[in-house]
T-cell receptor, first 114, second 109 residues
Framework: KAGVTQTPRYLIKTRGQQVTLSCSPI?????VSWYQQTPGQGLQFLFE???????NKGNFPGRFSGRQFSNSRSEMNVSTLELGDSALYLC?????????????FGPGTRLTVT | GIQVEQSPPDLILQEGANSTLRCNFS?????LQWFHQNPWGQLINLFY???GTKQNGRLSATTVATERYSLLYISSSQTTDSGVYFC???????????FGAGTRLAVHP
């Protein structure tokens, strides 16, 4: 089975711009979660989608949003970029079936805001 | 919310040495995972271990959920083991992982 894929892998944007990141989960997985990793804050949960519905949201401003499509692929969008949004953005997928909720991560998108 | 603490924060080893990484969590959890973050940033799954003991080659892990801790053992360490090791727990419902700050491991030849 192919793993979780994320595109693009690297991105450079300017303050005030917006950006869209994409995540394709492992085939058959219906849950996709997003995380932000920064040197100062570590790994923090952004939100989770399951069957096109946002089930959980972390403590991030409304500039961070996401969605999930019927094929389980997910996108996250950050509007009005700030320097502090520079980070590694990771997505994870999970089958969320039975008693197993093991999450598998993609390679990440490294966003630099200048 | 739940707190996850990892120790030690940094660890330096000579190749061939053994080590134990610890993860303490402040509340009961449904599940727990250990990850290794490679130099390119990807999180590699090591163990999915809500309780009990598992082994995979030179690595093993034990979670004692009733006492709210988990241990990751690395035996006969190799330079390729270098990187950051994260413990993460599921908090509340659905798939929300709470991560510890990580243990940065450096293995020297």
């Amino acid at each position: 089975k192919a793993g979780v894929t994320q595109t693009p892998r690297y991105l450079i944007k300017t303050r005030g711009q917006q950006v869209t990141l994409s995540c394709s989960p492992i085939s058959g997985h219906r849950s996709v979660s997003w995380y932000q990793q920064t040197p100062g804050q570590g790994l923090q949960f952004l939100f989770e989608y399951f069957s096109e519905t946002q089930r959980n949201k972390g403590n991030f401003p409304g500039r961070f949003s996401g969605r999930q499509f019927s094929n389980s692929r997910s996108e996250m969008n950050v509007s009005t970029l700030e320097l502090g949004d520079s980070a590694l953005y990771l997505c994870a997928s999970s089958s969320s079936t039975g008693s197993s909720y093991e999450q598998y991560f993609g390679p990440g998108t490294r966003l630099t805001v200048t | 919310g739940i707190q996850v603490e990892q120790s030690p924060p940094d660890l330096i080893l000579q190749e061939g040495a053994n080590s134990t990484l610890r993860c303490n969590f402040s509340d009961s959890v449904n599940n727990l995972q250990w990850f290794h973050q490679n130099p390119w940033g990807q999180l590699i799954n090591l163990f999915y271990i809500p309780s009990g003991t598992k082994q995979n080659g030179r690595l093993s892990a034990t979670t004692v959920a009733t006492e709210r801790y988990s241990l990751l053992y690395i035996s006969s360490s190799q330079t390729t083991d270098s990187g950051v090791y994260f413990c993460a727990v599921f908090s509340g419902g659905y798939n929300k992982l709470i991560f510890g700050a990580g243990t940065r491991l450096a293995v020297h030849p």
